[in-house]
Nanobody, 122 residues
């Protein structure tokens, strides 16, 4: 069984920063074999892709809404993927999910975490 557990969410003022982390575990889950991504879902909206990173961390893709403000990274030795979020805006408020998948994709992922709430106050 694969588990993805997010942490680091919280309440922050606009312009502030937060760092989200996601730790993966599972007997059959070899972290370095999976692309990882961060997604978010705001109330009343569909889930959207935020950032993805390939297996060895050499390639990243960001949504236009976070480009230049967010940075995704991974540590394959620790089975973790992180999202550094700077210059946060109220519109970044959402539940943030990490996901792992075998495809290089902005939407098709096999495993999902439970999510962590990020709230940005104006």
């Amino acid at each position: 069984q694969v588990q993805l557990v997010e942490s680091g969410g919280g309440l922050v003022q606009a312009g502030g920063s937060l760092r989200l982390s996601c730790t993966a575990s599972g007997r059959t889950f070899t972290f370095s074999n999976y692309a990882m991504g961060w997604f978010r879902q705001a109330p009343g909206k569909e889930r959207e892709f935020v950032a993805i990173i390939n297996r060895n961390g050499a390639m990243t893709v960001y949504s236009d809404s976070v480009k230049g403000r967010f940075t995704i990274s991974r540590d394959n030795a620790k089975n973790t993927v992180s999202l550094q979020m700077n210059s946060l805006k109220p519109e970044d408020t959402a539940v943030y999910y990490c996901a792992g998948g075998t495809k290089w994709s902005t939407k098709d992922y096999d495993y999902w975490g439970q999510g962590t709430q990020v709230t940005v106050s104006s």
